[in-house]
């Protein structure tokens, strides 16, 4: 399995303000997926992160909203843009291993509370 | 539309006994699926999985049986233990690499 971390664990931001959380995997991977867990609900996937390409979004996600970045197959980023309150979630980064494709691994999560 | 479906939020088994938490689906084109457990705090771990040819896979404590007929799967935990106590989630896909979660059941094992 592919061991997952993600930068910052939490974080408080202000209406208006933008934050970008950071994904590493200890191997290189196929598959990189940006999630969402708002409190009390399940995991909606937000987009797929593709290296060297635009990210692939579900819908009810768009680019301007949450730009992704995937520089190479260790690596993704995920942008929170312009947040409102509405966005205060849990943001987990995820990926694929060298087993199963459909059996992903998790990252910690990023805990994030717009003010 | 909720493709996936956990309808019970929540679960209380005394420990040593069985758990069994279920999980409903729609979308008869699901060709695999999976269950992960959540601690608070932490990422969802990865479980079991089972292909839809099968219906029913092994793994220690835990099974997992699927009944596409009814499009149902469960996930059986023998002999449940304090620190099964979590968040469980299934999900499924099919033909892609895309997973849907259901909205999980959160199961406390008691002494």
């Known amino acids: 399995s592919a061991v997952i971390s993600q930068k910052p664990s939490r974080d408080i931001c202000q209406r208006g303000t933008s934050l970008t959380i950071q994904c590493q995997v200890d191997?290189?991977?196929?598959?990189m997926f940006w999630y969402r867990q708002q409190p009390g609900q399940s995991l909606t996937l937000i987009a797929t992160?593709?290296?060297?390409?635009?990210?692939?979004?579900e819908s009810g996600f768009v680019i301007d909203k949450f730009p992704i970045s995937r520089p190479n197959l260790t690596f993704s980023t995920l942008t929170v843009s312009n947040m409102s309150p509405e966005d205060s979630s849990i943001y987990l980064c995820?990926?694929?291993?060298?087993?199963?494709?459909?059996?992903?691994?998790f990252g910690p999560g990023t805990r994030l509370t717009v003010t | 539309d909720q493709q996936v479906k956990q309808n019970s939020p929540s679960l209380s088994v005394q420990e040593g006994r069985i758990s069994i938490l279920n999980c409903d689906y729609t979308?008869?084109?699901?060709?695999?699926f999976l269950w992960y457990k959540k601690y608070p705090a932490e990422g969802p771990t990865f479980l079991i999985s089972?292909?839809?040819?099968?219906d029913k896979n092994e793994d220690g404590r835990f099974t997992v049986f699927l009944n596409k007929s009814a499009k149902h799967l469960s996930l059986h935990i023998v002999p449940s233990q304090p620190g099964d106590s979590a968040v469980y989630f299934c999900?499924?896909?099919?033909?892609?690499?895309?997973?849907?979660f259901g909205t999980g059941t959160r199961l406390q094992v008691f002494p």
């Open positions: 191997s290189q991977v196929t598959m």
């Open positions: 979308n008869s084109m699901f060709d695999y």
């Open positions: 992160a593709n290296q060297g390409s635009e990210a692939t979004y």
């Open positions: 089972i292909s839809s040819i099968k």
């Open positions: 995820s990926a694929t291993g060298t087993g199963v494709s459909y059996e992903q691994y």
């Open positions: 999900a499924a896909t099919y033909n892609t690499d895309k997973l849907i």
